[in-house]
Structures are given as structure tokens and as C-alpha cells.
């Protein structure tokens, strides 16, 4: 039986997703103390880390999966990066880590699904 493309890289997204948070947040205290309530803020980083591999799924450009991958982890946090880049005390450094992350987890992603299937997208 074989799993449909679409469906493993999603598993593989809501797998590797969560790593980042164990890693360099967003925390939610940056937050509060902007009086934004950040338990619910970070969730924003934290839906868009998870979708990065059902998005990787469903694309089919650009069909080789080395830059479908990476492509669709950094376009997934890139409007959220801009929120980091304008946090105080966040700026370039949380900017460039929030990127850097989503398009290893978008290439993680997609080669480890290529590895799986031998497919560079779904069908």
C-alpha cells in the first residue's frame, strides 16, 4: 500500500514542524510584554511551521523537489518573519532564524518524501 505524496509530506510537516518551537520559539513573553497576549500570537509561527509539508504536498511548481522544497518553507514564514523583524528585541537575528528554519524544514520535507516515493511531486 502505498501513501499518497500529498499525505506524507504532510505527516513530515506536522513532524519537523514543531522542532523549531523546541528550539527558538517564538516565545509568548515577547509578546506579553508588548500587551499582545503572545500564548495566542506564537501561534501563527507555530500553524504556518506545521503547514510547510501539506504545502510542499500539493505544489507542483517548481516540479524538482531541491527548490519546491526550500521554496514553499521559506514562502510559508516569510509574512511572519516581517512581524519578527518589527518585535522588539527580535529584528534581523529572529528574522533570519525563522527562515533559515522553515527552509530546512521545507527541504527536509520534500527530500525525505523523493527518498520515499522516488517522485519529485505528487500526481
Not at 521559506?74 to 522588539?88: I, K
Amino acid at each position: 500500500m502505498r501513501i499518497p505524496y500529498a499525505a506524507l509530506c504532510t505527516l513530515l510537516g506536522l513532524t519537523l514542524g514543531w522542532l523549531p518551537m523546541l528550539v527558538h520559539g517564538p516565545i509568548p513573553e515577547k509578546y506579553n510584554v508588548l500587551y499582545i497576549h503572545g500564548a495566542v500570537a506564537v501561534w501563527g509561527w507555530y500553524t504556518a511551521r506545521l503547514l510547510i509539508g501539506f504545502v510542499v504536498g500539493i505544489t507542483s511548481w517548481p516540479p524538482r523537489w531541491y527548490i519546491r522544497g526550500p521554496l514553499c518553507g521559506l514562502m510559508m514564514l516569510f509574512p511572519l518573519s516581517l512581524v519578527s523583524l518589527a518585535t522588539p528585541g527580535c529584528g534581523l537575528p529572529c528574522m533570519s532564524l525563522n527562515l533559515t528554519t522553515a527552509t530546512l524544514i521545507g527541504t527536509t520535507v520534500a527530500g525525505v518524501a523523493f527518498l520515499i516515493t522516488g517522485r519529485h511531486r505528487g500526481e
